[in-house]
């Protein structure tokens, strides 16, 4: 099955987070949603309390349409000889934490305490000293005098790679200054929209929408695109009322464009997916309108092939695969039989024109050898059936003779009996000395002397 394809918000939305519209969690492509963040949080950068997201056309978000508390690091500065936060604290905007300098380094106009920002921590830097390090600058490259470390009062030039925009840094007492922000998008110039007009751009989007007798290829009777790196995405023309749109869709298939003069028809291939067939070969463009010869779109592909009933149930045994109400022709199907038994015939088989192969397909319980009894003992059934997995055997010794193995059982599995033939071999008997007293009477003697010698 085929459904319409959307993009979702989380409804109701996480803390610190707000939709507007918030009468809907459901939105097609190319539509936006504000997200507006609480005093605490951001979304996309730090600096940044709201934005719109735009839904792809993969049913994704162009970005994550949820705001984050703003957090600190409670990573150590290298130049801190104390530093307030241990790494399972967690600092939160506004927060502060003591620390101290190393030697050699001093604090920015000499703060004890540094708090938390949507910058990260400030004073920034936190300590410096008479030397300072490369400095990376978000979207921008070192232009001249690029190294490691520099002197007090060395300058390094960047240029945004955007814009080209050049700017000189200076290191004034281990700190940078002169540093600017280039911007990670290219500006878009305002389009010119052939037989239509647009409004904005607000906050990097465009909108707009056709002129009377003109339509967009879409369904809405307006649009918006967004400026991604010095190109509007999602920036479509405006056609004629006469002309059709987008390919419609079509169920179990697809609509292609033949390519055509301008001044011609339009007209789409229609092509169906494998087991599906058309009477339609072609729609053609009539009055801005699809025309399929009264053919209803939803049922333009038909199926082709005959679909199979579920599959016949095979005793002690279960299918791999989900379970479905028809199964297309040529799907293959594969039996695993229950624990203890074991499959004669072929596992597998399959759909052919609405029917399932006829094959001979069983569980049984593997048997085992049929046991005989041991010398000087017998063997009799204490679980089970016939001799099958599952059977258990008990042996006994004849009457003189006792067992000398560890085990009395044996039990049928699939690789045949467990254990090994128990033995029985002959009893004996050992005599015990008995030593009574001197005037013990002979007849109590020899009644204690018969119970130890009988064995």
Same mark, same amino acid.
């Given at each position: ?29 190319? #539509?936006? &949603? ?13 600096? =940044? ?35 307030? &936060? ?15 300098? =190393? ?32 400095? @990376?600058?978000? *979207? ?40 600017? =922000? ?14 239509? $007009? ?56 697809? #609509? ?8 011609? #028809? ?6 169906? *997916? ?52 028809? $199964? ?10 229950? %624990? ?9 088989? !399959? ?5 399932? %192969? ?7 319980? =593997? ?8 010398? *000087? ?16 055997? !008990? ?19 699939? @690789? ?19 030593? $009574?007293?001197?005037?013990? @009477? ?14």
């Amino acid at each position: 099955m085929c459904e319409q394809i959307k993009c979702h918000l989380q409804l109701p939305p996480l803390r610190g987070t707000t939709y507007e519209p918030a009468s809907t969690s459901a939105f097609l492509p190319g #539509a936006t &949603v504000t997200v507006t963040c609480g005093s605490t949080y951001w979304i996309e950068r730090t600096d =940044k309390t709201f934005t719109e997201a735009t839904c792809k056309g993969d049913g994704e978000w162009n970005i994550r349409p949820v705001c984050q508390e703003v957090i600190c690091s409670n990573q150590r500065d290298p130049f801190l000889s104390y530093w307030g &936060v241990y790494y399972w604290h967690q600092k939160k905007l506004g927060d502060t934490a003591s620390y101290t300098c =190393k030697r050699g380094y001093k604090s920015t106009n000499g703060a004890t305490r540094a708090t938390c920002t949507r910058n990260g921590w400030t004073p920034k830097p936190l300590c410096h000293g008479t030397r300072c390090e490369r400095q @990376d600058i978000e *979207n921008a490259d070192i232009a001249h005098n690029s190294k490691w470390n520099y002197n007090d009062g060395e300058e390094v030039r960047y240029r945004c790679r955007n814009s080209g925009k050049q700017f000189t840094i200076t290191c004034d007492e281990g700190v940078w200054t002169g540093i600017e =922000k280039c911007s990670s998008d290219e500006s878009c110039l305002k389009p010119n929209i052939p037989n239509g $007009f647009t409004a904005g751009p607000y906050k990097n989007t465009i909108y707009y929408t056709c002129d009377a007798n003109y339509k967009l290829p879409t369904k809405g009777w307006w649009g918006s695109a967004k400026c991604q790196g010095g190109v509007w995405s999602g920036l479509q023309r405006c056609i004629e009322k006469s002309r059709c749109g987008e390919p419609p869709v079509i169920p179990n298939g697809k #609509a292609t464009e033949v390519r055509q003069p301008a001044e011609e #028809a339009q007209i789409l291939e229609i092509s169906c *997916n494998k087991g599906y067939s058309t009477d339609v070969e072609q729609l053609t463009c009539q009055d801005g309108k699809w025309n399929s010869n009264g053919e209803s779109l939803e049922t333009l592909c038909r199926l082709t092939r005959p679909r199979c009933s579920p599959p016949p149930r095979v005793e002690n045994a279960l299918v791999l695969k989900p379970y479905r109400k028809e $199964f297309l022709s040529d799907s293959v199907i594969t039996y695993r039989c229950r %624990e203890n038994f074991t499959m004669e015939g072929e596992d597998t088989i !399959k759909c052919i024109s609405g029917e399932w %192969e006829e094959k001979n397909t069983t569980c049984i319980q =593997k048997p085992c050898p049929f046991p005989e009894d041991i010398p *000087n003992g017998s063997y009799k059934k204490i679980f089970g059936k016939e001799f099958v997995v599952g059977t258990m055997i !008990k042996y006994t010794c004849n009457e003189g003779y006792r067992m000398v193995s560890q085990h009395d059982t044996r039990t049928c599995s699939l @690789d045949g009996w467990t254990n090994t033939e128990p033995i029985c071999e002959r009893a004996t008997c050992e005599i015990a000395e008995l030593q $009574f007293p001197v005037d013990m @009477d002979l007849h109590v003697i020899l009644v204690h002397w018969i119970k130890h010698i009988t064995c």
